[in-house]
């Protein structure tokens, strides 16, 4: 089946520093990925779309120059948490479009990265 | 906008009952709706996947159904156990994006 490889699964970061998350579709071309951020003990919440070779549409209230996001190919979609604060702290994860043949237009979604800024 | 609640937002049984999570939402044009299983700490889990044309899914112990004119969908889970424990959480697939709702946390007592 379609399967979504998220990475790194955690990272610790001092504040003001970047971190990259990448996401990848293995077995499958996504031409529209989705990261969410989950705080603790509450629901997934949609951050960003983004669609291979072109800019993402982000949700009110999330910062476009802090969390940049890159989908560069059809296979992969990076985001990028910039001079980071220890309120971004969270669960980022992903999720990409799969095409009908192998999920009936389901979504997958990456196994998720827990960001710690210190 | 769409709304997507779910009730209960906890629930404890014990091992061996049969139980229902419910899930609804405001906006019944959704393109499909799904059940994950999310584990402290982890990513999420797909369990079922029902199109806006279907009415029901099963996998194993596992049943989910779906009423798209009254905005409501339940995942049924027959002979729980404890391994079942875990937040499950609704989500309904618009033309571009989805929506989650905040989940109903599961423990499953031996």
């Known amino acids: 089946g379609a399967v979504v490889s998220q990475h790194p699964s955690w990272v610790i970061c001092k504040s003001g520093t970047s971190v990259k998350i990448e996401c990848r579709s293995l077995?499958?071309?996504?031409?529209?990925m989705f990261w969410y951020r989950q705080f603790p003990k509450q629901s997934l919440m949609l951050m960003a779309t983004s669609n291979e070779g072109s800019k993402a549409t982000y949700e009110q209230g999330v910062e476009k120059d802090k969390f940049l996001i890159n989908h560069a190919s059809l296979t992969l979609s990076t985001l990028t948490v910039t001079s980071a604060h220890p309120e971004d702290s969270s669960f980022y994860i992903c999720?990409?479009?799969?095409?009908?043949?192998?999920?009936?237009?389901?979504?997958?979604f990456g196994s998720g990265t827990r960001l710690t800024v210190v | 906008k769409q709304e997507v609640t779910q009730i209960p937002a906890a629930l404890s049984v014990p091992e061996g009952e049969n139980l229902v999570l419910n899930c609804s939402f405001t906006?019944?044009?959704?393109?499909?709706l799904q059940w994950f299983r999310q584990d402290p700490g982890k990513g999420l889990t797909s369990l079922l996947l029902?199109?806006?044309?279907?009415r029901e899914q099963t996998s194993g112990r596992l049943n989910a159904s779906l009423d798209k004119s009254s905005g409501r969908s339940t995942l049924y889970i027959a002979a729980s156990q404890p391994g079942d424990s875990a937040t499950y959480l609704c989500?309904?697939?618009?033309?571009?994006?989805?929506?989650f709702g905040a989940g109903t946390r599961l423990t499953v007592k031996p």
């Open positions: 999720s990409a479009q799969g095409q009908e043949i192998t999920s009936g237009y389901g979504y997958t």
């Open positions: 029902i199109q806006s044309s279907q």
């Open positions: 077995d499958f071309q996504a031409t529209t």
């Open positions: 906006d019944s044009a959704i393109y499909n």
């Open positions: 989500a309904v697939r618009l033309l571009a994006d989805m929506r």
